[in-house]
């Protein structure tokens, strides 16, 4: 059989962690909020932009919602069989009409309403869905999956609307269109999809991102209107590389107010970007590519280098005149909403700081060999080897 990813392997990433972020999201999220005053009974995925769009399969098992209906599936009867009793809800939005009644003739047959399983489906463009659906209610939970064309079709007013408690929102921003278009407008050279833009970031983007616009200065604004504006506690970016080039292509940015959702995805990124960096760039193609194949393949494993060459600084900066708990557990999600490191990896860096007299050890006072999630992360004033971190890497 062939991949129905060849030619589009950055459509797999965008795949492979929405695939992985679902089945444990469902487990570990709704798990953690059944314990809550008001219990979760319902989790509920809302595909925003479903398609089916430039799929290579007749059943679209290529697809955003058909993966998400057999995840969702999976971790919904595992949640029932463990004696959870939740209900799940996979609701499906497409604007348009042809691609609607393709989707509606493949998932006809998805609902199981005996076991509380039902996918439903409709024909909006985005910012009428939100209007209907309105922000989560306290008895569910629900993630949000927006995946636009371009930049148009969910404006900061929708995601407002809808990004109120119980709420995540996976959102692939289309950096590299970005950039393109944040270099032209500033120059003057403004289309009609300026609007569109101003709707989404707010009409003083311009001033915001300073002199010298770029994607990732428009990314880090819509990340700041996510927390500030609209209440995210985390809004973390899974960079994802453009097939055969340099450059990045587009961000997935996860909203949430969980750190454990943080730390999810930093794990499902490590797991996703090292086996994507090979099919971006095969090795029966590297020399059509642009740029320097090598140096390009071991991009994720440089960032995550750069990140640990640095966390003794991030970590200063986190902790430093910190007004938030400074429990191991949210110093560390704070971390990794910035630096693509894994909860254990930052376990390990704490250590070797403790180790090398620039962390105090506190957890050891119970014993313990590492920071657990309520060990209180203090660091040494004026340290003699405040770098010694530097040895490990
Ligand atoms: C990038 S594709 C989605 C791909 C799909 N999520 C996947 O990964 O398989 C975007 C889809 O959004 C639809 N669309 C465009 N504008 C929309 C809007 N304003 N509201 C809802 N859907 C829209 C397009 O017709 C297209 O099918």
Redesign the pocket.
């Known amino acids: 059989m062939t991949d129905p990813y060849d030619g589009r392997p950055q459509?797999w990433a965008?795949?492979e962690i929405l695939k992985r972020y679902l089945g444990p999201f469902s487990q570990k999220v709704v798990r953690g909020l059944k314990n809550l005053q008001t219990p979760i009974d319902e989790l509920v995925f809302v595909?925003?932009?479903?398609?089916?769009?430039d799929?290579a399969t007749d059943d679209c098992s290529d697809?955003?919602f058909m993966i998400a209906i057999a995840e969702l599936r999976r971790a919904h009867d595992a949640l029932n069989a463990s004696g959870l009793g939740i209900r799940t809800r996979v609701h499906l939005?497409?604007?348009?009409r042809k691609?609607y009644r393709r989707l509606v003739d493949l998932v006809a047959e998805s609902s199981d309403h005996a076991s509380g399983f039902r996918v439903e489906t409709t024909n909006l463009?985005?910012d009428e869905l939100a209007a209907q659906i309105g922000p989560a209610n306290a008895s569910e939970f629900r993630l949000v999956f927006i995946?636009?064309?371009g930049w148009s079709?969910y404006p900061l007013a929708c995601l407002r609307k809808l990004g109120r408690e119980n709420t995540e929102l996976l959102i692939n921003f289309m950096r590299y269109h970005v950039h393109r278009f944040v270099k032209s407008s500033a120059e003057g050279e403004t289309e009609g999809e300026d609007r569109q833009f101003s709707a989404l970031l707010g009409e003083d983007w311009r001033d915001r991102i300073g002199t010298s616009p770029s994607g990732i200065a428009a990314r880090d604004l819509l990340r700041e209107r996510l927390r500030k504006d609209i209440g995210f506690r985390f809004a973390p970016v899974m960079e994802i590389g453009m097939a055969q080039r340099e450059q990045v292509h587009f961000d997935l940015i996860l909203a949430t107010r969980s750190t454990v959702a943080v730390d999810l995805a930093r794990a499902i990124e490590k797991k996703v970007m090292e086996d994507y960096e090979k099919r971006r760039i095969p090795s029966s193609q590297m020399d059509l590519f642009e740029g320097d194949p090598d140096y390009a393949r071991d991009w994720f494993i440089r960032r995550r280098r750069d990140a640990q060459a640095s966390f003794y600084k991030k970590l200063q900066e986190t902790v430093d005149g910190r007004r938030r708990s400074n429990e191991f557990k949210s110093v560390c999600a704070d971390i990794q909403e910035d630096m693509p490191l894994t909860k254990s990896a930052i376990t390990l860096l704490l250590v070797h700081l403790a180790d090398n007299g620039a962390v105090e050890a506190t957890w050891k006072e119970r014993g313990a060999k590492r920071p657990g999630d309520f060990d209180p992360v203090i660091l040494v004033q004026n340290p003699c080897t405040p770098d010694g971190q530097s040895s490990l890497f």
């Not at 595909?47 to 769009?53: I, M, N, R, T, Y």
């Open positions: 459509s965008k795949h595909d925003g932009f479903a398609g089916p769009w799929t697809s955003s939005n497409e604007a348009n691609a463009p985005f995946d636009p064309k079709g």
